[in-house]
């Protein structure tokens, strides 16, 4: 009997699930920073190097965490270059400069320092004309290497042999950090971390030769700054994401009909079927009408029309899927306000 129930249960909610399919559809979603309208002259440093008071820590930082002379330096800069080239690619600012940042550091290495001073940032602002500043706190690489050697048979003119083989692995973690300081306002508008994790294979019948395959190391640890820059750059502007929306499939024949019209793409057909029904004296289909008509307006771009459909099929119709609906159409709509004024910055 108790089995008998589970497969009723299992049933009834594959049939509940059945009622609706997704869609998944584009919407703009506001730049993560929004920076002050005033801010049109960018000012980039680097302050990742450690303070040289701290060098012994940085000395005891590179022998346990592997890393290759210069690494770290070659690494923040190639960063810097890829923000850089980001920054000028969008029109946000009408000039971009890198600024020497001799004697800037960090205080210890693979940790972010301490913000720098406002008269700090003032002078460097008033001395380059700049009216923002990008800084690139923070750049570490921190390395595991794990070695062994297993015994294997390899073939040789007369037959198989014993030999060793010998397999090196190396896990890199590439550490950086952000910030934008608004010298104006005084303001440390964004503090953003982020990591990347490397990993190196190598394997051969001698330490040498397995060894071989982990020196494209620094090259693959360049590349990642100058992506982990990019990626900064980009946090200043709006970007697409997918989202993925439920509508009713089942009802009526109108909606089956409106089902095939959508998979389709037609979704202004499907759209006139659906319309009618929400004049259907059926309650529960005409609150899925109703729901199904605010999905395809939020499609069309009609945010305020679309809130009015799901409203009106919750309020009416105790449609529960559209009381959620109203609440993410009215976040989404707060999100364009937002989008509204970036774009007028």
Not at 35 to 45: E, T
Not at 156 to 185: C, F, M, Q, S
Not at 226 to 252: F, H
Request: proline fraction near 4%; hydrophobic fraction near 40%; aromatic fraction near 8%.
């Amino acid at each position: 009997m108790k089995n008998l129930l589970f497969f009723i249960a299992v049933a009834i909610a594959f049939c509940s699930c059945a009622a609706t399919e997704h869609v998944r559809i584009s919407v703009i979603e506001p730049a993560p920073v929004t920076l002050p309208a005033y801010a049109k002259k960018a000012g980039i440093i680097d302050r990742s190097e450690t303070d040289p008071r701290n060098k012994v820590i940085e000395v005891v930082d590179k022998v346990f965490s592997l890393e290759g002379a210069q690494l770290d330096k070659e690494g923040a800069a190639a960063s810097v270059d890829g923000l850089t080239a980001t920054l000028l690619k969008n029109d946000r600012f009408s000039s971009v400069k890198v600024i020497n940042s001799a004697g800037m550091y960090a205080s210890a290495p693979g940790v972010f320092p301490a913000p720098l001073s406002w008269k700090e940032v003032e002078q460097l602002c008033k001395k380059n004309n700049t009216d923002i500043l990008f800084a690139l706190e923070l750049f570490d690489t921190d390395s595991k290497l794990s070695y062994n050697a297993s015994p294997v048979s390899v073939n040789t003119p007369l037959g198989k042999a014993p030999a060793i083989e010998h397999t090196a692995t190396l896990n890199t973690l590439v550490k950086t950090g952000w910030r934008i300081y608004d010298p104006a306002g005084k303001n440390i508008i964004d503090e953003f971390p982020l990591s990347s994790n490397l990993n190196f294979y190598g394997r051969g019948i001698n330490p040498a030769a397995a060894a071989a395959a982990l020196l494209s190391r620094k090259d693959a640890v360049k590349e990642t700054g100058i992506k982990a820059g990019e990626a900064y750059a980009l946090r200043i502007v709006p970007y697409y994401s997918r989202v993925t929306r439920d509508y009713y499939v089942k009802g009526t024949d109108q909606f089956r009909t409106a089902r095939r019209k959508a998979q389709t793409g037609n979704w202004d057909g499907a759209a006139e079927l659906w319309q009618k029904e929400t004049q259907n004296k059926d309650v529960k289909v005409a609150g899925r009408a109703c729901y199904n008509m605010a999905i395809i307006s939020e499609i069309n771009g009609e945010l305020d029309e679309a809130i009015g459909w799901a409203q009106k099929a919750y309020e009416n119709y105790s449609n529960k899927l559209a009381l959620k609906y109203v609440k993410i159409l009215e976040n989404r709509k707060v999100k364009n306000e937002i989008l509204n004024d970036q774009a007028k910055r």
